[in-house]
């Protein structure tokens, strides 16, 4: 029931559900087909992202482990230029070129997301753009989590009804 409670409370702020925000994040490369980012019921979409140094231009796709490294850079250069934080990602989609990747990577992994990890899956993939060796999307809440997390341990009723 708490559960439902956080649900709804995060699709509320912001306007609601119905408010969609789109971002598009300096050192990434534009398209049109998608936003960078986009935020709505409170949370923030990230696009998928493939290893290059934002500010160099410069791809990795020989060593997972750096180019998981260097993902995971650029996730946290995407979300703090939206007012996130890795802390606040709940989510995470990773796409593998190879699946035999997956020890190298996950070692990269555990060492970003060291004390909360987030949901997660994980998809052997071959249409990766750019002969990138992994891509990453994430999902990351807005809202100030101190506060969703006191309300929850609270068990205090929050100001609307389900």
């Not at 140094?53 to 250069?77: C, F, P, S, W, Y």
């Not at 750019?130 to 609270?154: C, G, H, M, T, W």
């Amino acid at each position: 029931m708490y559960l439902l409670y956080l649900v709804n409370f995060c699709l509320s702020v912001k306007g609601g559900i119905h408010e969609k925000i789109t971002y598009e994040v300096a050192g990434l490369i534009k398209d049109r087909q998608y936003s960078h980012v986009v935020e709505a019921g409170g949370f923030l979409f990230a696009s998928g992202m493939i290893p290059i140094d934002i500010d160099k231009g410069i791809a990795i796709t020989d060593n997972i482990r750096q180019a998981t490294e260097m993902v995971l850079n650029n996730v946290k250069k995407v979300l703090a230029a939206v007012g996130s934080n890795p802390e606040k990602v709940v989510r995470v989609t990773v796409f593998l070129r190879n699946k035999g990747d997956l020890n190298s990577m996950n070692k990269a992994y555990r060492i970003f997301f060291s004390d909360k990890s987030p949901a997660r899956s994980c998809v052997a993939a071959n249409g990766i753009p750019s002969s990138a060796p992994n891509e990453v999307e994430v999902i990351a809440v807005k809202v100030d989590q101190q506060f969703v997390r006191s309300l929850y341990r609270r068990r205090t009723r929050l100001p609307f009804h389900v």
